[in-house]
């Protein structure tokens, strides 16, 4: 009901996901992104999508930029790790 509550759009963010809708997906992560300053989850979720759309260019920008405000999130390095293989490292 509260169009600023971002965990909602988080969530509403994972509903695209899991149905393949990743651009919508990445629009509801980006809400959530403007509206949770300062977390690093949202910013994570649109690089799992980026990677999902094989945009590994933006899936790079937006891991690093969760990382810069949260290093030691497992599923952050899981992704990260992820993006290495895919540069081949």
Not at 45 to 74: H, K, T, W, Y
Request: glycine fraction near 6%; proline fraction near 4%.
């Amino acid at each position: 009901m509260d169009p600023r509550f971002a965990p909602a759009w988080a969530a509403f963010g994972h509903t695209f996901a899991m149905e393949a809708e990743h651009d919508h997906a990445v629009t509801a992560y980006s809400t959530c992104a403007r509206i949770f300053v300062g977390s690093h989850l949202p910013l994570l979720f649109i690089g799992m999508e980026q990677i999902m759309l094989s945009n590994f260019r933006l899936a790079d920008e937006a891991l690093n930029a969760a990382a810069a405000l949260c290093n030691v999130d497992p599923l952050l390095c899981n992704e990260r790790g992820v993006m290495a293989y895919n540069h081949g490292k």
